[in-house]
Nanobody
Framework: QVQPVESGGGLEQAGGSLRLTCAAS????????MGWYRQAPGKERELVAT???????KYTDSVKGRFTISRDIARNTVFLQMNSLKPEDTAVYYC?????????WGQGTQVTVSS
């Protein structure tokens, strides 16, 4: 399995929390910067957060302090904990595994935040 697989999206009220999960193969996970992008209707896909193989994290400004990216190395899994959700967080969230060989995208999972 090369393509990452996401899960955990859904419908949540503003102020609530959701956790997204992305599973990848062991080899891909070990050599890749793992990350999350999102795409809202009518907008371009944007970077949300990334975590390098060394554990360095990076966030887009709009989610800093609310979202946390983390990983479980033993399970080849990366998480995106989303707290204090806002309606503007509504989007399809995509997991990406980025390395020197290729970028592998997941199918996406819908996150909808109601006001």
């Amino acid at each position: 399995q090369v393509q990452p697989v996401e899960s955990g999206g859904g419908l949540e009220q503003a102020g609530g929390s959701l956790r997204l999960t992305c599973a990848a193969s062991r080899i891909v996970f070990s050599i890749s910067t793992m990350g999350w992008y999102r795409q809202a209707p009518g907008k371009e896909r944007e970077l949300v957060a990334t975590i390098t193989p060394g554990g360095t994290t990076k966030y887009t400004d709009s989610v800093k302090g609310r979202f946390t990216i983390s990983r479980d190395i033993a399970r080849n899994t990366v998480f995106l904990q989303m707290n204090s959700l806002k309606p503007e967080d509504t989007a399809v969230y995509y997991c990406i595994a980025k390395n020197v060989f290729r970028d592998s995208w997941g199918q996406g999972t819908q996150v909808t935040v109601s006001s």
